[in-house]
């Protein structure tokens, strides 16, 4: 499964390349990007099969990438997992409806991040895409 | 016509008030009405006056101290020491990370390694014992070390915090340096023709003085 982590601290990127390795995923298989803007161009140029993102980045926040994948014919239907330290209520509706799969609230723990990717896996074998 | 009658004969009461109650026509209560609204507007115009003097003053003081002290330089180095300790967490949290990822596949094979062991001994063999002692520990280890990991997102969080702080000093900074220029309290022998507008403080000045401040 390739994945694409996006995260403009590099601490953060290895963290979660970390749990998701401890997880079982492949660490060749997963790449980081340090925004939107350059998330969005990695997405066009090849497949992936999940997008770990934060909000809060320069140049394409989080939530703005989001709308771009769902916005995208190619890209619409891939899953993405929203990992930040944004936790207003507003943030997390204006995500739910922009199609977001999963949010995990900053700081989180291994079990969380295991627990949201089983529920998108398990929505997406159902036949649903988003949360 | 007779003289009209002291409405307000009451000695307590302020003599202008008293002025205007007893005011036996139209003129002399016009005459004492707009000598309480003067004495109203004096005091807020006092009030505004003065307010406006300690603006200027501070703002004064303010360009002083930015001509004297360096102000720009401060905040400068106020936002490179954050700059350096954004850097310096970053650092940090990655040595841990690198140290967490050269331990795990110490641990993993560390249990692949007992698990092997325990095929060849069982039961209260001191291989057998030491075997099942190392799985646990090279477990615990494993699971030690992923929370280790997952514990740097603390440099995340105080990292998104220091950037807000930095971006707040960089407003303040410009903020503070518009006020001077705007006040023309920097102006000096090198400030352009455009900055040097000193005219509204001393018009505002000049217009104050008018009503007796």
């Known amino acids: ?131 | 016509m007779t003289a009209a009658p002291a409405l307000a004969m009451d000695e307590n009461l302020p003599t202008e008030l008293r002025a205007l109650l007893n005011s036996p026509g139209g003129a002399e209560f016009e005459q004492a009405l707009d000598a309480i609204v003067r004495q109203r507007e004096q005091h807020m115009f006092r009030a505004l006056g003065q307010l406006a003097r300690d603006l200027h003053d501070a703002v004064r003081r303010l360009g002083t101290d930015l001509a004297q002290e360096g102000f720009p330089g401060n905040a400068a180095d106020a936002r490179r020491y954050l700059q350096d300790a954004l850097e310096m967490s970053a650092n940090a949290a990655h040595r841990t990370i690198d140290f967490a990822e050269r331990m795990r596949p110490q641990a993993e094979s560390l249990t692949i390694n007992a698990a092997e062991m325990l095929k060849w001994t069982q039961g209260n063999e001191p291989a057998a014992v030491l075997a099942r002692e190392s799985v646990m520990f090279a477990d615990s280890c494993r699971e030690g070390l992923a929370e280790l990991v997952v514990a740097q997102s603390w440099q995340d969080l105080t990292g998104q915090r220091i950037k807000k702080v930095d971006g707040f000093i960089g407003s303040v900074e410009s903020t503070l340096l518009e006020l001077v220029r705007l006040t023309g309290a920097l102006a000096g022998s090198d400030v352009p023709a455009s900055v040097a507008k000193v005219s509204s403080q001393e018009e505002a000045d000049r217009l104050l003085s008018e009503f007796g401040f």
């Open chain 1, 1 to 131: 499964m390739k994945i694409l982590v996006v995260d403009d601290f590099s601490t953060m990127r290895r963290i979660v390349r970390n749990l998701l390795v401890e997880l079982g995923f492949s660490n060749p298989l997963i790449q980081e990007a340090d925004d939107g803007e350059n998330a969005i161009a990695m997405l066009r140029a090849q497949p992936f099969d999940l997008v770990v993102t934060d909000w809060n980045m320069p140049n394409m926040t989080g939530i703005d990438l989001l709308k771009a994948i769902r916005a995208e014919a190619s890209l619409k239907g891939l899953p993405v997992l929203m990992v930040t330290a944004e936790n207003n209520r507003d943030q997390i509706i204006a995500a739910a409806q922009a199609g977001v799969n999963g949010y995990i609230v900053k700081p989180f723990t291994a079990v969380t991040l295991k627990e949201k990717l089983t529920k998108i896996f398990e929505r997406i074998a159902a036949g649903g895409v988003t949360a």
